[in-house]
Every structure is written in C-alpha cells, then in structure tokens.
C-alpha cells in the first residue's frame, strides 16, 4: 500500500515568510509524527498527534510552529515568520497507534530553505 | 532528559569485515528502534526492539538490547558495499511520552571493496 507521503518535497523561502508543509499518513495510522533533520544530524522529535488531538508537542521550538490534524488523518505543519535557522528536512511519520508497539514510517520529508 | 549517543559517528569497513554499532541511553526505556537512512533520502526501519535480552536479525545485521545496561548493539557480519549508508538508533522515551522518539546522532558506515 501507499507510505506516507509530505507535499511539498522542497520548499524555498524568504526570511519573514509563512510556510506550510503536509503529512499524508499510511492510512489506517492514528498517530502522526512531526520531526525536524538538520545536516549530518539525527532527526529531532516536534510534535505527535494521536487522532486529532496533540498528544505531546514538547518539541516544538517556539510560538512560531504549529500543527493541525482536523479530521485525524492529514496534517499540517505551520511556521509564521521563518527565520534561516529553520532551514531543514521535516519528516512526518505514522503508526498504528501510540502504544507498546510503535514502529513508526516515515515520509521522504520535505526540505525547506530559508533565504 | 533523555540522550542517545552512538559511537562511532565514522565507520569505514572493508567488504567481508565484521564490526559492532553502539547506541547507548541515558533513562530506562525497553523500546529501542534502528533506522537506515540513504543519502537524500529517508528513513527506513530496520529493527523494532521491545524488551530487555531482545535479538532480530536480518541478513547481515543483527540488532540487540541491554536495557539494564542502556545499550543496543548493531553488528555487521560481513560487510557488503549495499550496507553503505547512516544508521540511527532512536529510543521511545516511554510512559506518558510513548511515541517521542529521541535519535543518535548517527553512524555513517562506508563499505569498501
């Protein structure tokens, strides 16, 4: 079947921009991950949805970002004002649900470049 | 705060050697995951390891957890070129945060002919 999918793959934008990136979930998955890879390093945790509902964004790095998940399927990650520093990959990922197995699959990402 | 630190960071092998990856943790946790990533690409699952004393293995690779210790172990037997590639260990950070997965910093392994 289809893995999850991000829109767009790659995304340029100014300093001061809004951007928007999206997370289409393995279907059937009820938890949705965000995570953020910068250059040479391992993926950072943002944010985890369990259905519709945030279950834990502890991650996220300031009031700038925000996720929505309206319907518990596809989700939107939000950044207002980018700064150069939010230069990186996002990846999104999806499992069955949060639970005692979590094997989690991930998207291709989407890289995002702040001019 | 949980951390997780792999050691080496730089792996260069020979094709036909063994070697071991260590990925070692800073709190109890017994939910231990190792992901494969390609250049430009994204990460693909490799072992899901659930309780203390836990084996998998794959092919050339076999994945272990100490939980007492805080230790998994990624070993490689008889390396091929197709091996090639960064290797992650991520650890679930467990009771009311399961899910958050906290990454190494990752291992680039480098298989030579």
């Known amino acids: 079947g289809a893995g999850v999918s991000q829109t767009p793959s790659n995304k340029v934008t100014e300093k001061g921009k809004y951007v928007e990136l999206r997370c289409d979930p393995i279907s059937g998955h009820t938890a949705l991950y965000w995570y953020r890879q910068s250059l040479g390093q391992g993926p950072e945790f943002l944010i985890y949805f369990q259905g519709t509902g945030a279950a834990d964004d502890s991650g996220l790095p300031n009031d700038r970002f925000f996720a929505v998940r309206p319907e518990g399927s596809v989700s939107t990650l939000k950044i207002q004002r980018t700064e150069r520093g939010d230069s990186a990959v996002y990846l999104c990922?999806?499992?069955?649900?949060?639970?005692?197995?979590?094997?989690?699959?991930f998207g291709p990402g989407t890289r995002l470049t702040v001019l | 705060e949980l951390k997780v630190e792999q050691n080496p960071l730089f792996l260069s092998m020979q094709e036909g050697k063994n070697y071991t990856i260590y990925c070692n943790y800073s709190?109890?946790?017994?939910?231990l995951y190792w992901y494969r990533q390609d250049p430009g690409k994204s990460l693909e699952s490799l072992f899901v390891?659930?309780?203390?004393?836990a084996v998998k293995q794959e092919g050339r690779l076999m994945a272990s957890l100490d939980t007492k210790a805080r230790l998994s172990t990624l070993h490689i037997t008889a390396a091929v070129h197709d091996l090639s590639a960064t290797y992650f260990c991520a650890v679930d950070s467990g009771g009311t945060s399961y899910g958050k997965l906290t990454f190494g910093q990752g291992t680039i392994l480098t298989v030579h002919p």
């Open positions: 990922a999806s499992s069955l649900s949060i639970g005692s197995y979590n094997e989690q699959f």
């Open positions: 390891l659930l309780s203390n004393g």
């Open positions: 709190t109890t946790s017994d939910r």
